[in-house]
């Protein structure tokens, strides 16, 4: 027989288990903008040592580069202040999608990242480069390297693998595991070149001159960078987005950010970049 102080301790478990599960249900449900709006926080993915996009000062603890400033901008838009939670590339589609964070900022809306994260209008173009071993032939069209005698190497998964893939199928292509690896394979000669968006390579050779020389070929390639966001239903929080960057846009506030940022944090001018790169 069940003793009536086990029946009213079962209810009371049931009950709280009910409650539990009906405040989590209403926390999914919130939409981004009227948590952002309830909280007076905006939530933005920040990965360390990915200069010129993020970088914690190790002294102040502050972080810095074009993601923080974007972010920075939009919170002031939105009447909130930005909250950083760590990250890194893989995970940061995660992260988005688990509603741990509200923005990524500096991400690629690829097809498989469109399926579970929704994105911005374009934040800026991230031109594609040719970065070859120093003797190599100048690169003036892609066309020259799209052939099985020339070694290419990517890393692997990247819009730089995306990219190679489609525009140079006949060439001979190696993916390697991080952006690193395939300019060391580079700098010791075991590759011709390797594929990579402006604003990686500039820094790259501003630091490490030695790796070899970048070109940008024709036709001019470029890949959109973009803000990742939660996929939901409600669109306010992608209006909200979109309606400050059409603003920021149109002053010429992102290109100032990204010079001065390049300039700052990767010790690369202004006047450094080639005429085709347009942001």
């Not at 960078?225 to 002053?251: M, P, S, Y």
């Not at 506030?253 to 990204?258: G, Q």
Request: charged letters at 20%.
């Amino acid at each position: 027989m069940i003793s009536k102080r086990y029946l009213i301790q079962s209810l009371a478990a049931i009950a709280s288990v009910t409650l539990a599960a009906s405040a989590f249900a209403q926390a999914s449900a919130e939409s981004t903008l009227a948590r952002v709006q309830r909280t007076k926080v905006l939530r933005v993915g920040a990965v360390a040592g990915a200069v010129p996009y993020f970088n914690k000062d190790l002294v102040s603890q502050k972080w810095e580069g074009f993601g923080p400033d974007f972010s920075e901008s939009l919170a002031k838009k939105l009447g909130v202040k930005v909250e950083y939670v760590e990250t890194t590339w893989g995970n940061a589609v995660l992260d988005v999608q688990a509603n741990k964070i509200d923005a990524m900022f500096g991400m690629g809306p690829t097809p498989a990242r469109r399926e579970v994260v929704d994105f911005s209008h374009t934040l800026f173009n991230n031109t594609f480069t040719a970065v070859c071993k120093k003797g190599f032939p100048a690169v003036k069209t892609w066309e020259q390297l799209n052939n099985p005698n020339t070694k290419i190497v990517v890393d692997v998964g990247s819009n730089q693998d995306q990219f190679a893939t489609r525009m140079l199928p006949k060439a001979n292509i190696a993916r390697l595991e991080n952006s690193g690896a395939a300019t060391m394979s580079v700098q010791t000669g075991r590759a011709d070149c390797q594929v990579l968006v402006v604003l990686l390579a500039q820094p790259l050779l501003a630091k490490r001159a030695d790796v070899g020389t970048m070109s940008i070929p024709a036709p001019v390639e470029t890949s959109t960078v973009n803000i990742g966001i939660r996929k939901e239903t409600d669109k306010g929080f992608e209006q909200a987005v979109n309606g400050w960057l059409e603003e920021v846009r149109g002053k010429g506030e992102v290109r100032s950010v990204i010079l001065k940022n390049m300039e700052k944090l990767a010790g690369v001018k202004a006047d450094s970049f080639p005429a085709e790169v347009k942001f």
